[in-house]
């Protein structure tokens, strides 16, 4: 025994004497208890024929606990017998009560005893413990022999409810062991849990070795009754500093044991309801079509095909895809490879993280061990428990609970940010990462920062989103501390937020991060409160980064090449790109030195990023979003920025939804011709439109109304323009073609997109300074139609 | 004895704490509330979209002194919540009949 635990004695101290002292408290408890109710019985109960006293449950099993309820059953052979010895009864439980024992008792006739009762399992289920005490023994022989032929042949049905009462109970507890004070009788993983493998297998005559447990949890729980005089079954933080002298190691010792516990229960309720005959078993059976040549898809468990581990990560993203579980025997198997070298890539973990739902594919790394093999460092927070007030759950529950969080955001504010996020993975990641450094004794961020760079590097991903993950973790408490330490309504508060966070994407992953690190403190943290706080700091870092946008502008003091290419352009633009992009658009520059035009098409699956480099010219940035609309490609997201010595650097990212360019490689070299002869003035982009098939819009109910504002305060020599509308093929051209058609110049833009909502900002000036209030106003009235595909 | 109830702006709680723990007022029960004065809500535009936010975060402080205290203890407060702008709240004083430590039955100001 690990745990330090010296105030047990005699009870699970010494380890030899272990299993013999708590198997010794609970049967002398059991049998004190039942002298005395025999006793009581004696002196009250007059001998009637077909009246039987049974002892049942924890009593029946002669694991009494020392404040535990005592659970007694009087069996009659018919109702009628009950009236007469309704009297007697009374006196002999007040004997009880008197004696300071909580009896807990039912009258029953044999044959109620032996049928089925949805709506009372926990009787047939007491009975499976059933012991003899006092009365008319014939008589409960016959219970015995009815109960036992009636177990015998109902134990399909009497194994689904004994499951389906499990999970009821369990999903109380958020079906999680990890609980920093769990109830050692019915958590996740304690001694109902225990009880329950217990009686699966023995309505499947099969027996299960679950006593090194057992020994372990019920002798905490004597300890826990005894401190408390009662029956107390949370094991709080002071019970767990009465009990041991290192609580941390006992705790450690106690999630061990609860892990086994829980596997158990989880393979024990698998099997029975995977038992014939299982409506809803039958209906997951449908689900075996998403077998593939490497797992089987079996009741929603998936199996392993092959005696060999998979490949990176590929079973879990499998089982996060689908929302899927693994099978007992999957997680038996993983189990048994986790002593080799299991190495995962950057992209194992970019897969997993992707998918809408990556629990189901961290938590079956964390059943099986795995997550431990891949990410060595996370043994640092398994089953971690770090004290305050408000935190109910160990490290690495926390850690996942809040990865689940973002799966089911019900605040449509919130869910509406998350959904804005290109690569919400990377604050999956980051959330993975943020508290890893817990428990070290020195400041958690830094240290979570530290091993989080270690892991990073290990995995070799690209450099910016590392930095990003990197980012997320280091500023993981940041809007946490605004929300409560700052003036919101102070512009000082939001110009110390932007300058924090720099851009408005990380300030929104940011601002994730802090949502599900607050919600997965426990079920209630989330208050109205607290949501209504981190959005006021989400909208303060967001004004202040959005009227940032455009003024700030890059002067460098060198005079090298690439300053001069930088001179002049947006802040934002060195915030949003690395370096490595920064030099490739640098190399793009050089080359307007021989050409009038300097195009580069990247891509990244089926989403592709056309970057553009050449003298700013009216209505340019809306002929290129026309050209690539023509091609019948979905513009996503597009940036453009100028610079000082009037080289426009923009960018566009689409969708190749019909795999035209995938498909077809050589369009690829006919789009990049197309832009540049539209670049360069040679091709006109609204002729290549009008050959275009004209985009259906949806049903009037369904469309989106859209809304265009436009403010002179948020920047100090543009007008701002936000547009959000339904998103369309062509969208981008239209709003774009509007501005310049209203001799409008196009200073910034930054179009983003979510489902088929557009979310789109222009910074535009109008004869070198900010639109007056006719201009603004005839623009308005274009935009909105050009947002309902009005425009002519 | 007197209840002192008091509204502030979230971010002056622990300037009010630290306060509070200047002149010796160790307890206090502090709730997170919403709610709006003379401050109202206001209009939020984000994204275009305009909506209303009626009732703004605050902080509720609860705290029972001597009488004699009561002055000191509302000036102090009054002055760490202060920003002198809109919204910085409000404090209430109620008198209070009675006091009862429940774990040994004090009473009166000694249960405080």
Redesign the interface.
Known sequence: MTSGVVNLEPVVTRPDAAVESVAHTLASRSADVEDLVRNAWAKTMHPVPGVALAATGGFGRGELFPHSDVDLLIVVESESQIPPIREPLSAFLQKLWDAELRPSHAIQTVTYCASEHEDNVELSISLLDRRFLAGDVAMFQFLDERFTAFAAKRKGTLSRWLARMTEARRAKFQNTIYHLEPDLKNSPGALRDLQTVRWLAALRQQTVDVAASFEFLAGLRIRLHEIAGRDHNVLSFDAQEAIATDSAALMRDYFRHARVVDREVLKALEAANAEPGNLLGRFHDWRSRLSTTEFTVSRDRVFLREHIRPAGLRLFEFAARHELKLAADTVDRLTAYQQNNWETTWDDWKALLSTPKPSFGLRAMQASGALTSVLPEWARIESLVVRDFYHRYTVDEHTLVAITSLESIRDARFAGLFAEIPDPWIVRFALLLHDIGKGSGTEHVAESSAIADEILDRLEGPEADRAAVEFLVRNHLELSSV???????DDATSLLLAARVETVERLKQLTMITYADITAVNPDAM????L??LW?VY?AG?RALTAGLYSERIHHAESDALSAFLEGLPVRYLRTHSPAQIDSHFELARQLESRPVAIEITHDRRIYVLTLLTRDRTGLFAAIAGTISAFGLNILKAEAFSNAQGVIVDTFTFADGNRTLELNPTEVDRLRGLVRRVAEGRQDAAQLLRARPKPLLPSRQARLKP???LSNDASETATLI???AEDRPGLLYDLSRAIAAAECNIEVVLIDTEAHKA?DVFYVTSGGGKLDAACSARLQDVLRAACSGDSK | MKKIEAVI???K??EVKEAMKGIGIDGMTVT???GHGRQKGHK??????EYQ?D???KIKLEMVVPDVRMEEVVRTLAMSAR?G?I?DGKIFVYEVVEAIRIRNDDRGEAAL
């Open positions: 929300m409560t330490a700052r003036d919101l309504e208050t109205p409160w607290r209504e706080q006021r909208l967001y809304s265009v504002t936000e547009i959000v979310l | 702006q979230p971010h709680l622990e997170e509330v919403r939020e535009i984000y994204r275009g979209m936010v009732l703004l975060p920003t702008k919204g």
